[in-house]
């Protein structure tokens, strides 16, 4: 990382880092770095920047590498952080707030775990229900995995577990409705 | 005892034992599980990951149809009551978050009733000496960890669990049918929920690591309450052995299977020969030895 000259520092993006505030509800200048979150993190071996490293990089306004990471997606908002934190900063709700605004510039650190959302999304939106089977194989075509898994398959079949005729809602126009409504707002859906 | 009952996707397919169980239990135990009419999808992480309204809108159409019930809900799986819990509590703290929500769906939806998982449902609001009296075949020296994860008890402000390091519902249920609690360090350890099949050696190294822990403080089986958990220990076992070179061998059961088990029931009414990893022989093994025991006393 270059050097950073901290004053000038503290106002770059100011607008859009002030709006991921109040989006989740966390007040960056709470946290005083102490990394309990990231010591406690399950998923933090697997990430590019510690939980602690995304809130001291909004802190000092470095949003693009915030947005550009990883750890925003790997989170798997498992609440622990959030859980310990003395301050009880709320991170699952502050890097899914940075994960929405991310997606919305199209910036996608981990593919397979957007796709994967979408693909979740979609079935929720068509069937008004979650079918396991369309979301594993959708994903598998989608994200090129073709073959992923395919060991269970038969197993899952065999014992009852997976059908392949989607359980549906009967009232799908409801839920196509809240969908409609709810993208209204101008969030994605 | 009525409640309104949300068995959420999982529940109809890859947790069909979860399912089974769970009707077994609440019979004998006399609890009503009244099943909300065309439920749909609480929508799981990938609507909170995504749009914030969608996640409050898609629990609260099935929280405003059991609130013109008048009951409490009872909700098995761990992500669905997270998502219905942190509903309720949105709606109850704004009453702009309210009005919004009941406008999206179209129903006044006043977060009147109580969200509880079904674990703390069975284990807080029915007395520990109902279950014992149900007991028919006690699961003797048994031992099993029990397994939380993360959204039965955090954020503590939302799940509102006995404890959020170390909660014990699941652990004094087992002990009331005749198992010997384990007590282990990852009882609320993350199973990577998704993470499994979007990024497999996060998901499975993490899964590795529970199924380790387990073993090491020496326990026979893991007992979970949560539908993704069960499948993601129970059908990556032979992955992680085949990535590690680990010999995991162990049988994984909803708290509900075990209780309908030892009130009774037998493997196929459960569906316990559904599961990966073979988890009869374990059981008949502790039966027999309560067996023995019997008559040697």
Same mark, same amino acid.
């Given at each position: 990382?270059?050097?950073?000259?901290?004053?000038?520092?503290?106002?770059?993006?100011?607008?859009?880092?002030?709006?991921?505030?109040?989006?989740?509800?966390?007040?960056?200048?709470?946290?005083?770095?102490?990394?309990?979150?990231?010591?406690?993190?399950?998923?933090?071996?697997?990430?590019?920047?510690?939980?602690?490293?995304?809130?001291?990089?909004?802190?000092?306004?470095?949003?693009?590498?915030?947005?550009?990471?990883?750890?925003?997606?790997?989170?798997?908002?498992?609440?622990?952080?959030?859980?310990?934190?003395?301050?009880?900063?709320?991170?699952?709700?502050?890097?899914?707030?940075?994960?929405?605004?991310?997606?919305?510039?199209?910036?996608?650190?981990?593919?397979?775990?957007?796709?994967?959302?979408?693909?979740?999304?979609?079935?929720?939106?068509?069937?008004?229900?979650?079918?396991?089977?369309?979301?594993?194989?959708?994903?598998?075509?989608?994200?090129?995995?073709?073959?992923?898994?395919?060991?269970?398959?038969?197993?899952?079949?065999?014992?009852?577990?997976?059908?392949?005729?989607?359980?549906?809602?009967?009232?799908?126009?409801?839920?196509?409705?809240?969908?409609?409504?709810?993208?209204?707002?101008?969030?994605?859906? | 005892?009525?409640?309104?009952?949300?068995?959420?996707?999982?529940?109809?397919?890859?947790?069909?034992?979860?399912?089974?169980?769970?009707?077994?239990?609440?019979?004998?135990?006399?609890?009503?599980?009244?099943?909300?009419?065309?439920?749909?999808?609480?929508?799981?992480?990938?609507?909170?990951?995504?749009?914030?309204?969608?996640?409050?809108?898609?629990?609260?159409?099935?929280?405003?149809?059991?609130?013109?019930?008048?009951? /409490? @809900?009872?909700?098995?799986?761990? !992500?669905?009551? *997270?998502?219905?819990? &942190? $509903? %309720?509590?949105?709606?109850?703290?704004?009453?702009?978050?309210?009005?919004?929500?009941?406008?999206?769906?179209?129903?006044?939806?006043?977060?009147?009733?109580?969200?509880?998982?079904?674990?703390?449902?069975?284990?807080?609001?029915?007395?520990?000496?109902?279950?014992?009296?149900?007991?028919?075949?006690?699961?003797?020296?048994?031992?099993?960890?029990?397994?939380?994860?993360?959204?039965?008890?955090?954020?503590?402000?939302?799940?509102?669990?006995?404890?959020?390091?170390?909660?014990?519902?699941?652990?004094?249920?087992?002990?009331?049918?005749?198992?010997?609690?384990?007590?282990?360090?990852?009882?609320?350890?993350?199973?990577?929920?998704?993470?499994?099949?979007?990024?497999?050696?996060?998901?499975?190294?993490?899964?590795? /690591? @529970?199924?380790?822990?387990?073993? !090491?403080?020496? *326990?026979?089986?893991? &007992? $979970? %309450?949560?539908?993704?958990?069960?499948?993601?220990?129970?059908?990556?076992?032979?992955?992680?052995?085949?990535?590690?070179?680990?010999?995991?061998?162990?049988?994984?059961?909803?708290?509900?299977?075990?209780?309908?088990?030892?009130?009774?029931?037998?493997?196929?009414?459960?569906?316990?020969?559904?599961?990966?990893?073979?988890?009869?022989?374990?059981?008949?093994?502790?039966?027999?030895?309560?067996?023995?025991?019997?008559?040697?006393?």
């Amino acid at each position: 990382m270059d050097a950073l000259e901290l004053t000038s520092a503290a106002n770059r993006n100011r607008s859009e880092i002030h709006a991921l505030e109040k989006k989740s509800g966390v007040e960056l200048t709470d946290c005083y770095q102490c990394g309990k979150c990231s010591a406690g993190c399950p998923v933090a071996f697997a990430m590019d920047k510690t939980p602690r490293q995304i809130i001291r990089l909004l802190q000092l306004g470095l949003l693009e590498e915030a947005l550009a990471s990883r750890t925003i997606w790997l989170c798997a908002t498992c609440q622990t952080c959030v859980t310990r934190c003395p301050k009880e900063v709320d991170l699952p709700a502050l890097m899914e707030a940075v994960r929405q605004a991310a997606k919305k510039k199209g910036i996608v650190a981990e593919k397979e775990i957007n796709v994967f959302n979408d693909i979740f999304l979609q079935n929720v939106k068509a069937f008004g229900k979650s079918p396991e089977v369309i979301l594993s194989a959708l994903y598998n075509l989608r994200s090129g995995h073709l073959f992923q898994d395919i060991d269970s398959v038969p197993h899952l079949f065999l014992s009852g577990k997976a059908h392949v005729l989607p359980e549906k809602v009967k009232n799908t126009d409801a839920i196509k409705k809240i969908f409609a409504k709810c993208a209204e707002g101008g969030e994605h859906s | 005892m009525r409640y309104a009952y949300f068995p959420g996707c999982s529940l109809g397919s890859t947790g069909i034992e979860f399912g089974t169980s769970n009707k077994l239990v609440a019979q004998k135990l006399g609890l009503d599980l009244w099943e909300i009419p065309d439920w749909n999808c609480c929508g799981a992480s990938a609507a909170h990951l995504t749009n914030h309204t969608l996640a409050l809108a898609l629990p609260a159409r099935n929280l405003a149809i059991a609130e013109k019930e008048g009951l /409490d @809900i009872a909700v098995p799986c761990a !992500a669905c009551f *997270a998502r219905f819990k &942190a $509903t %309720a509590e949105a709606v109850k703290a704004s009453e702009e978050t309210k009005k919004k929500i009941s406008s999206i769906i179209e129903m006044d939806y006043e977060a009147k009733g109580e969200v509880l998982s079904l674990l703390d449902v069975i284990g807080k609001k029915i007395s520990v000496e109902k279950i014992k009296a149900n007991v028919a075949k006690p699961l003797t020296g048994m031992k099993v960890v029990s397994y939380y994860g993360c959204l039965l008890v955090r954020p503590p402000k939302i799940a509102q669990s006995d404890d959020p390091e170390n909660p014990m519902v699941m652990d004094d249920l087992m002990a009331a049918l005749g198992a010997e609690p384990v007590d282990w360090g990852y009882k609320t350890e993350c199973c990577g929920a998704s993470h499994v099949v979007t990024k497999p050696m996060v998901g499975k190294q993490m899964l590795r /690591d @529970i199924l380790y822990n387990a073993q !090491a403080n020496g *326990a026979e089986a893991i &007992a $979970t %309450a949560c539908p993704l958990c069960m499948l993601n220990l129970d059908m990556r076992q032979k992955q992680i052995n085949a990535k590690w070179g680990t010999n995991f061998n162990i049988p994984i059961y909803y708290f509900t299977e075990l209780m309908a088990l030892a009130f009774g029931y037998s493997f196929k009414d459960v569906g316990v020969p559904r599961h990966f990893v073979p988890a009869e022989k374990l059981l008949q093994d502790v039966f027999s030895r309560t067996g023995a025991r019997r008559e040697g006393a």
